[in-house]
């Protein structure tokens, strides 16, 4: 199959993605707002801010703060921005995070805010996979690469060391040191109003930690258990997110682990169905929100007297709520509420309180378009739910091309949000998109993610077919029409889909992927990974790896469905190795296969707008050619 058409798609993503009638996303520091912006003329980006009144009330004033195009141009350097750690209470001191061109390696250099500018002499660190903590003013932790063997096998920080205003980052004090073969040494802090607490998150895996907070002269390790998460601060306690039992607690609960004391206390206890997503927490507060059988609700929680006093927020129901910036000072907070077919209304919450002060524009005409929920049953006769999203007309009409996206990994739960650019560029022009719930996510807590965990893992795999069968089996589409789409870990998944049920596929988008399981622990960050997969050296979790590992099933004599693969030279998280020796052995089998590479982007394989947009056009402009997408739909053009 050829792909159709490129340019019309391209312009439709371009004018979504830069579109400036987009809701600008925040965070609340000090009173301001503060947004980074990306459009047509700053594809880069543009970090600026308003008053949070203003934000609130609608306004349009921004005030810009640092102009990333105009640095890059400036310093002759392809910079993306990777956010900002500012100071309270003031905030006018930030470690800002510029990465070339979209690896996970950066760059930190301290702004001052009030002079618009960079900090001669100020706190540096050159290129690596570093994190940095604020303790006060003059003083931060850092995490990063100080030299030979410094770095984990996973290519994290081993050290953490406090670094002193004006002296060399080489003379900093180290305060925690991990073991090689550990998976990183990361510096955190937590303001609590007053002061920082400040100390090192340090993972002996990916799934188990340890919490340890400085104290005098040396650090003490909060009394959890090692999958424990803090989730943040507030009223003088670490909000704990249990991913185990622990002292009564049940797995999926959120605590509150008292700093003086160490008394431990429950905010929130899950039911079968129900799932925490999101915490913030602010000086006095903790917001949580849930998924109630995958639709949101939040709830908030407040210090008294008496203990801790939980309150339902009146936000809609029946679609997806998502948690945005919380204001560390007040406990007021941003949510959204969208569903597949209905844009972001956006909330401003104080002491509990909702209103609605914003609503996103809809990027695509939803009349005649409806949104459904089905399940699935898999292997084991667990029910796999899923959401489809298409014109009514074209579910009426019988078997229609088909995009299903999953994921099904690290406890990430796929949500069915709003369509902003499949409902423009697939839904409207006739086709079927379809989100999936497999385990391996976060939809129902961590036993749904703990169900695919290393050698179960083919129960993820099995859910993701289950629904490919369920599709064709309720004539919703066919094995010709179907096409399936995953990146990273969902890379793997689509690869490892291609490779065992070829026969129920068309089309087959592998994006950023792992797809050689018996090396992949050895590249970059894979080694973090191994609390996920499995281990390579272990014999049986070895054996199971080879099984589903995609390089080493594809068949040389099995008829696939042509792949588009894609990755970026610049992703130092997932090599580019995996995807280029895949589509290289299919290339030597004489099997066909689109493959794009782009020289930047980092692991999200797109460095700014324009190049989203492109990426975006490719898939699907494959999709449109691999499923036969008719030309006659709406919007389409030759």
Request: aromatic share 12%; net charge negative; charged share 20%.
């Amino acid at each position: 199959p050829h792909p159709a058409p490129l340019d019309p798609l391209l312009d439709e993503a371009n004018a979504i993605l830069t579109s400036q009638e987009r809701v600008p996303t925040v965070a609340l520091r000090g009173g301001f707002a503060y947004n980074f912006w990306q459009d047509a003329a700053h594809v880069r980006g543009l970090w600026r801010r308003m008053p949070q009144a203003d934000y609130v009330a609608g306004k349009t004033d921004w005030e810009a703060i640092l102009d990333i195009d105009a640095l890059a141009e400036e310093e002759c350097e392809n910079w993306v921005y990777k956010g900002a750690e500012c100071l309270a209470p003031d905030y006018t001191r930030c470690l800002i995070t510029l990465s070339r061109g979209g690896s996970d390696a950066a760059v930190v250099r301290e702004f001052d805010l009030d002079a618009r500018a960079f900090v001669e002499g100020g706190f540096h660190l050159p290129e690596a996979k570093s994190t940095a903590a604020w303790i006060d003013r003059n003083t931060i932790l850092v995490g990063t690469d100080f030299g030979p063997e410094t770095m984990t096998e996973s290519g994290y920080a081993r050290q953490v060391r406090r670094w002193s205003r004006n002296t060399a980052l080489a003379d900093a004090e180290l305060l925690f040191e991990a073991a090689s073969d550990d998976i990183w040494s990361f510096a955190m802090s937590f303001y609590d109003g007053e002061r920082y607490h400040a100390g090192v998150f340090h993972g002996e895996t990916f799934y188990d930690f340890n919490w340890l907070v400085i104290a005098g002269d040396g650090l003490d390790r909060l009394p959890l258990h090692k999958k424990a998460r803090v989730e943040g601060f507030a009223a003088g306690a670490f909000i704990i997110g249990l991913r185990e039992d622990f002292q009564g607690f049940g797995a999926g609960s959120v605590i509150a682990l008292d700093a003086a004391s160490k008394k431990t206390e429950l905010l929130y206890a899950p039911t079968a169905v129900s799932a925490v997503e999101e915490v913030r927490t602010s000086n006095g507060s903790v917001v949580i929100g849930l998924l109630d059988d995958i639709q949101g609700r939040v709830l908030r929680f407040s210090k008294g007297w008496r203990g801790w006093k939980e309150q339902d927020v009146d936000l809609p129901s029946g679609g997806v709520v998502s948690l945005g910036a919380i204001d560390e000072d007040t406990g007021a907070f941003l949510a959204t509420f969208e569903d597949p077919l209905t844009p972001e209304t956006h909330y401003f919450v104080q002491r509990g309180t909702a209103k609605e002060f914003r609503q996103a524009p809809s990027f695509f005409d939803n009349q005649g378009m409806v949104s459904r929920r089905y399940e699935a049953t898999s292997s084991d006769g667990t029910a796999i739910p899923y959401t489809l999203t298409a014109l009514d007309r074209v579910l009426k009409a019988g078997p229609a091309p088909t995009i299903q996206y999953g994921y099904g990994g690290f406890e990430i739960s796929i949500l069915p949000n709003y369509l902003t650019t499949a409902g423009k560029l697939w839904v409207a022009r006739g086709g079927i998109y379809v989100t999936t719930n497999i385990r391996g996510g976060g939809e129902y807590g961590p036993a749904w993610h703990q169900a695919g965990l290393k050698t179960k893992r083919q129960l993820i795999y099995d859910d993701f077919q289950a629904i490919s069968e369920d599709l064709i089996a309720r004539g919703i589409t066919t094995p010709e029409q179907l096409g399936i789409y995953g990146g990273s870990n969902g890379g793997l998944l689509t690869g490892v889909t291609m490779t065992q049920r070829p026969d129920l596929y068309a089309g087959v988008a592998i994006a950023v992927p792992l797809l050689d399981m018996l090396r992949y622990d050895q590249l970059l960050a894979g080694a973090s990974w191994v609390g996920e997969y499995g281990d390579p050296a272990h014999a049986e979790e070895r054996a199971f790896l080879l099984q589903i590992s995609p390089y080493h099933n594809i068949d040389p004599e099995a008829e696939y469905p042509t792949p588009f693969v894609f990755t970026s030279t610049k992703d130092d998280r997932v090599h580019p190795g995996h995807a280029r020796k895949f589509a290289r052995l299919m290339q030597e089998n004489k099997q066909s296969f689109l493959y794009y590479e782009n020289i930047e982007g980092g692991h999200s394989a797109a460095a700014n707008l324009n190049q989203f947009a492109h990426r975006t056009a490719l898939l699907y402009a494959y999709f449109a050619g691999a499923l036969g997408l008719s030309a006659d739909d709406p919007g389409y053009q030759e």
